[in-house]
């Protein structure tokens, strides 16, 4: 019977992976970039600057300023829409990853990405299309294998020396690839800080559908994966579930990067599922909790960065990580937990 749910799960897996090579294309990528950026710029230099409202009559505001209000309205629930769906998923990964030991899997995924992408401008593919897709899709897929197959047997190397040998590898491969490009200082930025601009209601969409697949994949076999996570021992089968759970993960790594950047898509993963497991050992109470703590955080970010002009991904990860302060001074004040279920 396990074997027949991993088929399922791996069919699930390989559904997904068919719709984001369907759907995820630059069509979607780009459908809003420069519309934003602009819109973002108009607002705080005419709508928020009292010079100009002292010298226009009101009729003339009212004019001037609907429309611009509208896409601003538009732009921060495109923001929000998004960011809601991440968080449901990365918040439950990182619980899992928190609870493994294996805290820098995500970051090594992301780096592998990264790495990809940047792979792919160097023999010619443009940054944020399809088969700049599906070269970090590629670069994900040999690292789901490889955290999935290589486990140290000597107690004195823990996973993480593994896990943090690969990102080493991963990152340093990166900037030699990108020292040797035109634009490598750019588009290596770019994978650390992702891009605001990308987001756009169509990438909404697609996102936040391969999400609910891989969510629905995830709670169907939830006690499957939570009897790994929460079992020390070396149990039959668990390779092969240990490479799916990874390889959902890398999905969703290769979904956020390009957007949020490699260091947002940890903060995504890490912070909210952190204050989660900080409050409760409960699986749903955590998610919980870690979805509307990181939520807090991402709109507090999200308001900062559009009121002060100031980088996008930068500002929601340490909006973040004030919270995860703010949480962890809170947890220090109650009585320790008691154990719970899952």
Same mark, same amino acid.
């Given at each position: 019977?396990?074997?027949?749910? !991993? ?22 990528? !780009? @459908? ?11 607002? #705080?230099?005419?709508?928020? &600057?009292?010079? *100009? ?31 809601? *769906?991440? =968080? ?35 023999? +010619? ?14 670069? &994900? ?34 900037? #030699? ?6 634009? @490598? ?7 650390? *800080? +992702? ?11 697609? &996102? ?6 891989? #969510? =629905? ?26 490479? =799916? ?40 109470? +955590? =998610? ?8 807090? @955080? ?18 929601? #990860? ?7 302060? *703010? ?8 009585? &320790? ?6």
């Amino acid at each position: 019977m396990n074997v027949q749910h !991993q088929k399922w799960f791996l069919t699930g897996i390989g559904a997904v992976i068919a719709l984001f090579a369907w759907l995820h294309t630059p069509a979607f990528a !780009q @459908g809003a970039g420069s519309d934003i950026d602009a819109l973002r710029n108009a607002a #705080l230099s005419e709508i928020l &600057t009292e010079n *100009v409202i002292e010298k226009t009559t009101e009729s003339e505001i009212t004019q001037k300023q609907k429309p611009q209000i509208d896409g601003i309205t538009n732009f921060f629930a495109m923001q929000i829409c998004l960011l809601a *769906v991440v =968080l449901i998923l990365h918040t439950y990964t990182g619980m899992h990853i928190i609870r493994r030991g294996i805290i820098f899997c995500d970051l090594v995924l992301d780096q592998l990405a990264a790495l990809g992408i940047v792979a792919g401008i160097s023999i +010619g593919i443009k940054y944020g299309t399809a088969p700049s897709y599906m070269m970090a899709m590629g670069a &994900t897929f040999v690292g789901c294998i490889l955290l999935a197959v290589i486990k140290p047997r000597n107690k004195l190397i823990p996973h993480e020396a593994i896990i943090g040998i690969m990102y080493g590898m991963a990152l340093v491969a990166s900037l #030699l690839l990108a020292d040797k490009l035109p634009t @490598g200082g750019t588009d290596l930025k770019n994978t650390l *800080v +992702g891009s605001m601009s990308w987001v756009s209601w169509p990438l909404v969409g697609v &996102t936040a559908g391969i999400y609910i697949i891989l #969510l =629905l994949l995830h709670y169907r076999f939830r006690s499957h994966i939570i009897k790994y996570t929460e079992s020390d021992s070396s149990v039959e089968g668990r390779t092969l579930w240990d490479f =799916l759970f990874f390889l959902s993960q890398g999905i969703i790594t290769i979904l956020i990067v390009p957007v949020a950047g490699v260091l947002l898509a940890y903060g995504f993963l890490m912070i909210p599922a952190a204050i989660g497991v900080m409050f409760t050992r409960k699986w749903k109470e +955590g =998610l919980l909790i870690g979805w509307l703590s990181g939520m807090g @955080g991402c709109i507090l970010g999200l308001f900062f960065s559009y009121r002060t002009d100031s980088p996008y991904g930068p500002s929601l #990860l340490l909006a973040m990580g004030l919270v995860f302060l *703010v949480a962890l001074f809170i947890r220090t004040l109650l009585p &320790t937990a008691k154990g719970g279920g899952s």
